[in-house]
């Protein structure tokens, strides 16, 4: 193989072409994104950089040493719009194109918004840095009033941020429990009680019916006719896979960009990777896991395959992901399933510091914790094949 290109400059992309390199890959390697910067980390938009706490530099992915080691050929803020599968071929915005012999996809995932509030003031969405600069300029002026719509993780995240920094923050959650069908019923609860013990009013089971403001927001309007006033708000109300350059491609996307469980979709020689990746298993269920570790872990399976010609390995790791809320470090692991038992292992639900694993027929599905790493590493050694992806 002569030359690989990978679409997506952000941790997957990033995690791809290091893979490649570690696995003897020497060719010509691209990178393309659409983003005029060197690949970020992420996570650290809705807790460090928000609180101004980290700044750009700290947010690199790359070091010095990196950008000598895998030789990366860069086509940065330029976006592909199209990929001719027979030759190849990412077509670019500019017009030109880059024809590999291999391509990986991994453009992530594009942040969801309400209809109707292009162009408003004060209204944001965090998924970039550009994104957070310009959320982090608002909430610094003045004293801002903020709406959190939606109580998942980044919506929590953002509304620890806005406590700490001493703003009035209302989280506005269309379920009755945040998280629930994440977590299961009992530790979405507890994680929803962080809110309220830390100064934050959460509105839940009511979902926005509208945003107000006329050039600039002033306030979020709920179908019961309650009215949130606000100076900020922030749409935390998850994210699409960011497939819309794919369309007509031949490839199968699917909310996603559908491959099997060893990173490859059924063209030859295309892989997905990360936020984008839906992976099908064998007996046709499919996930599409948004985590930053299987994000970091995929891109070594595809690359070994993709150089292998044929899916040699499967990523088969049962999902995990973390999040920091109001100084707790949520832990959770595997897959819990409505009904599920949750044990109590390690200390106390109310004390939000414990370990707990969720259990069906006896075996044990998923393992969540706050503030308990060192159990939860343990906890998520036992969880076995049960809870793997697909
Ligand atoms: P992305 O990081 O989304 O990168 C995709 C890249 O492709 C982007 O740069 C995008 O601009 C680019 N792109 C898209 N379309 C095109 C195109 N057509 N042409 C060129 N480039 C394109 N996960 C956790 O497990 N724990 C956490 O605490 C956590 N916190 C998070 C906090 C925030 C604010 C966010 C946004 C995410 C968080 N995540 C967390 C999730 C984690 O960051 C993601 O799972 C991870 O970034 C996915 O990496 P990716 O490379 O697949 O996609």
């Known amino acids: 193989m002569r030359a690989v290109a990978v679409v997506g400059a952000s941790l997957a992309g990033v995690e791809t072409a290091r893979a490649l390199r570690e696995q003897g890959f020497d060719g010509r390697l691209t990178v393309v994104g659409d983003e005029d910067r060197l690949p970020y980390d992420r996570p650290p938009l809705s807790k460090e950089y928000l609180l101004g706490k980290a700044e750009t530099d700290d947010l690199a992915l790359l070091d010095g040493d990196d950008e000598d080691r895998l030789g990366i050929d860069w086509r940065l803020g330029v976006r592909a719009t199209g990929l001719d599968l027979r030759r190849r071929a990412v077509e670019l915005a500019d017009g030109t194109e880059i024809t590999a012999d291999a391509v990986v996809v991994a453009t992530g995932a594009a942040p969801n918004r309400l209809p109707g509030t292009a162009g408003l003031e004060g209204v944001h969405v965090l998924r970039s840095l550009t994104d957070a600069d310009a959320l982090r300029a608002d909430l610094a002026a003045g004293s801002p009033r903020v709406a959190v719509i939606g109580g998942s993780f980044i919506g929590a995240e953002i509304a620890s941020a806005c406590s700490v920094l001493g703003l009035e923050t209302t989280v506005v959650e269309a379920l009755d429990t945040p998280m629930e069908p994440v977590l299961g019923p009992r530790v979405a609860r507890v994680a929803a009680g962080l809110h309220g013990d830390n100064g934050v009013r959460l509105l839940r089971g009511v979902p926005v019916s509208g945003i107000r403001g006329i050039g600039r927001v002033t306030g979020v309007d709920l179908a019961d006719g309650t009215v949130v006033p606000a100076d900020v708000v922030v749409m935390g109300i998850g994210a699409k896979p960011a497939t819309a350059w794919l369309e007509g491609s031949g490839l199968e996307l699917d909310d996603g960009v559908v491959c099997d469980t060893g990173l490859l979709t059924a063209a030859g020689g295309v892989a997905a990777v990360g936020d984008v990746a839906r992976l099908r298993g064998a007996d046709g269920t499919s996930t599409r896991p948004e985590h930053w570790t299987a994000a970091a872990q995929q891109p070594a399976v595809a690359a070994a ?11 088969r790791r049962a999902p995990y992901f973390w999040s920091d809320q109001y ?15 949750v044990r109590v292992v390690e200390g106390a639900l109310e004390e939000y510091a414990f370990a707990a694993v969720y259990e069906r027929d006896g ?4 393992a969540a914790a706050m503030d308990r790493p060192r159990s939860f590493t343990r906890l998520r050694r036992g969880i076995g094949r049960a809870a793997a992806p697909v």
């Open 305 to 315: 395959n993709l150089l292998a010609g044929t899916a040699l390995q499967e990523y």
């Open 327 to 341: 100084g707790v470090r949520l832990q959770f692991a595997g897959r819990a399933a409505p009904g599920d038992e």
């Open 363 to 366: 075996a044990v599905t998923a």
